[in-house]
């Protein structure tokens, strides 16, 4: 098993320019989530997934689209990228059954925004 | 949701027990303590998760306290690997959106 593999694991970009942040998980896993970490901070939700096709905002969604068409994968879209996201973005992924059961994390992808 | 409260920073000789504590006294009858660790800037790792009664496995142990308003995370034997940031988070049974980071403790082990 990979777990959650998240690419690239770091990218520059120019102010308004737009990408896409990969994120697969091998595990089956209903739950996927997009989170920020800014320096010295903990993580914050940008955007969640409950199942293929159910998307929802999060705490902190302005500026980032998401999709789910497949159980596996989670894309996280920059729109317009802006210096203020900067930061490192971590994809997480867990099992529906029990409702208790611990979030997996990727290694991160490292973003900066000139 | 229950909020959470840990000291900053700790520091814990190499080959000793790490005693991490948290503070969650508002938490509800259905709500879980999750411990996750974060070393530099990988991804977050977890460690163990629990209701009421006491859990172990091979990374560590977690103590809920009879009230459950406390818990705490043991090392049984501390290694320079282990300097990290520790969160503890609690979520409610379900609400996968609902976890949330605090700052955690910063954990230094010594030689």
């Known amino acids: 098993n990979a777990g959650v593999t998240q690419t690239p694991k770091f990218q520059v970009l120019k102010t308004g320019q737009s990408m896409t942040l990969q994120c697969a998980q091998d595990?089956?896993?209903?739950?996927m989530s997009w989170y920020r970490q800014d320096p010295g901070m903990g993580l914050r939700l940008i955007h969640y997934?409950?199942?293929?096709?159910?998307?929802d905002q999060g705490e902190v969604p302005n500026g980032y689209n998401v999709s789910r068409s497949t159980t596996e994968d989670f894309p996280l879209r920059l729109l317009s990228a802006a210096p203020s996201q900067t930061s490192v973005y971590f994809c997480?992924?867990?099992?529906?059954?029990?409702?208790?059961?611990?979030?997996?994390f990727g290694d991160g992808t490292r973003l900066s925004i000139l | 949701d229950a909020k959470t409260t840990q000291p900053p920073s700790m520091d814990c000789a190499e080959g000793r027990a790490a005693n991490l504590p948290c503070n969650h006294s508002?938490?509800?009858?259905?709500?879980?303590v999750y411990w996750y660790r974060q070393i530099h800037s990988q991804g977050p790792q977890y460690i163990i998760h629990?209701?009421?009664n006491n859990e172990t496995n091979e990374m560590a142990s977690l103590i809920i306290t009879e009230d459950r308003k406390s818990s705490t995370l043991i090392l049984p034997h501390a290694t320079l690997r282990d300097t990290a940031v520790y969160y503890c988070?609690?979520?409610?049974?379900?609400?996968?959106?609902?976890?949330?980071f605090g700052s955690g403790t910063k954990l230094n082990v010594k030689p």
């Open positions: 629990g209701l009421k």
């Open positions: 508002t938490i509800s009858g259905n709500e879980y």
């Open positions: 997480a992924s867990t099992q529906r059954r029990g409702g208790n059961q611990p979030q997996h």
């Open positions: 997934s409950v199942g293929a096709g159910i998307t």
């Open positions: 988070i609690v979520r409610v049974l379900y609400n996968f959106n609902k976890f949330y």
């Open positions: 595990m089956n896993h209903e739950y």
